[in-house]
Structure formats: C-alpha cells, structure tokens
C-alpha cells in the first residue's frame, strides 16, 4: 500500500475562498478574545424574603378585634373593666356583689335572668386566672370559625345548661331533706362553664391532632379536679358544660362549612 501525501499548493494556484465571506449569512458565536463582547454576568435568581407581614397576620388572628371578632371583643372588655373596678372596691363590698349576682337556688327561683346574666360578668380569680386567659384564645378561635353571634349562643348554652343541671339537684336535693336549707344559698358565678362549653365546641373544629389532644386534656384536668373533691358541684358544672360543648359539634360544623365552603375538607 502506497503512502499518499498531500500535495503542497503552489504558488500559482489560486487561493482558496474564505470561508468566512461564504458563510456571513448565518449566526456565530462571538468568539472570547473578540473585541466588543459584551458578558452578562449570571446572577442567582433573588430568593424569597420571608413574609413577616403573613406571619404578623396570623399572630393578630388569635386575638379579638373590633371587626373580626366582635363579640370576644366586646365581651372581653367588659370583663377586663369589672375586674379592674373590683380590685379598687372594698373586699365586703365586692363579697356582697358576688353573693347578689350568684346564681344559687335561692336567686334562680326570684330572678333567674338577673343573676344568669350577672354571674357571667365576673371572672373568678381575676383577670389573670387560666380561665380569663382562655376565654380569651377560645371564644376569638371561635367566633372566627362560626361568627359572633353563633359563639354567643354555645357560651350562654354551655353557661345556662350546666348552671340549671348542678343547681337543680340541689334544690330538689333540700326540698326532700337530703341537704340544709343553706344549700340554697350556695355562692356560684364566673365564666368558666361557658369557657369550658366554648373549648368543648371548638376542639370539634381543629381537625384530629389538635382537637382531640386539646379536648383530652382539658378532660383529663377536670376529672382530676373532681377527684380531689374540693368544689364537686363546680367540678361537676365543667364536666356537664365540656359535654354541652361537645354535643354542639354537628351544628358549628354545619355552621363552619356555611362561612367557609371549602373548610369540611379538613374538619373531622
């Protein structure tokens, strides 16, 4: 086999045509060295801020306002402005106002509106007791889910329905001579039946991992109180008002789906 080699061009052969005149009509890269380039630099795309004002948003959304929750509101206020008058006033004196508006036997046959209304007006141990800080996150939890007026009407049920169901016992208990007569005048007022109403319908709302939990424990604390035996009527009167609560779940989630169309997809 022969070894072929390239023939070298003369120099009277004709040059060969440039390819680069041959081809001006089609796109090249622009080569580095070349002068007049022009380099974008790459830049990373701008990440995402986090969204404080979202954040801020949801944080405010547990408290009550004046047009988002305007019953919690209210009736919070209120309640923030009897207990600071009554920290002013007289001890005898706040003791005969909590013994007018008590809503004993005695009081509920003469004036049961009077009192049922009045005994809801005070916050026993203050507006610092662990009741007066969950009226505060329940009843705006719940007022947001079912609106005010729905809200107001699971707390006076859980208020009036656990009243009548310890206080009745007790009347019926005297009048057959099963407890004295002074039974009839059993100091009984505060919140907590209704707050303990509102926390029973709202765990129906959370959805299973909160709802339950929540319900559970707040159970758990009541019957640990009635064990003790210290105030069993009262202890009672959370059991029964939780249960009211409870027994509401059908209608607040009915309630819940109606301002929220697409909310029965996570409440169980």
């Known amino acids: 086999m022969e070894r072929t080699v390239p023939a070298t061009p003369s120099d009277d052969a004709p040059a060969p045509a440039p390819v680069a005149g041959l081809l001006d009509g089609m796109p090249r890269q622009r080569e580095r060295g070349e002068t007049g380039a022009v380099e974008t630099p790459a830049t990373p795309p701008p990440t995402a801020a986090p969204d404080t004002r979202l954040r801020v948003l949801h944080l405010r959304r547990l408290f009550p306002t004046p047009a988002g929750t305007p019953f919690t509101f209210v009736y919070g206020a209120v309640l923030a402005v009897v207990s600071l008058v009554a920290a002013h006033l007289d001890p005898a004196l706040v003791h005969t106002l909590h013994q007018g508006s008590s809503t004993d036997v005695a009081h509920l046959v003469r004036t049961p ?4 209304v009045a005994s809801a007006l005070w916050i026993a141990g203050g507006i610092l007791s662990p009741y007066a800080v969950a009226l ?133």
């Open 113 to 116: 509106v009077l009192v049922l």
């Open 136 to 268: 505060l996150f329940v009843l705006t939890a719940l007022e947001r889910r079912i609106g005010g007026v729905r809200t107001a009407g699971v707390f006076l049920l859980g208020h009036v329905g656990a009243t009548l169901a310890t206080e009745v016992p007790i009347g019926l208990a005297v009048l057959v001579g099963h407890l004295p007569a002074t039974s009839l005048h059993r100091l009984d007022y505060g919140v907590s039946f209704g707050v303990a109403a509102s926390l029973g319908a709202l765990s129906g709302l959370l959805g299973p991992w909160l709802g339950r939990p929540l319900l559970a424990l707040f159970g758990w604390m009541l019957v640990t109180n009635l064990i003790a035996f210290t105030d069993p009527m009262t202890d009672w009167g959370h059991l029964i008002a939780l249960t009211i609560g409870v027994a509401t779940w059908p209608a607040v989630r009915r309630w819940h789906r109606a301002r929220q169309p697409f909310a029965g997809r996570w409440v169980q």
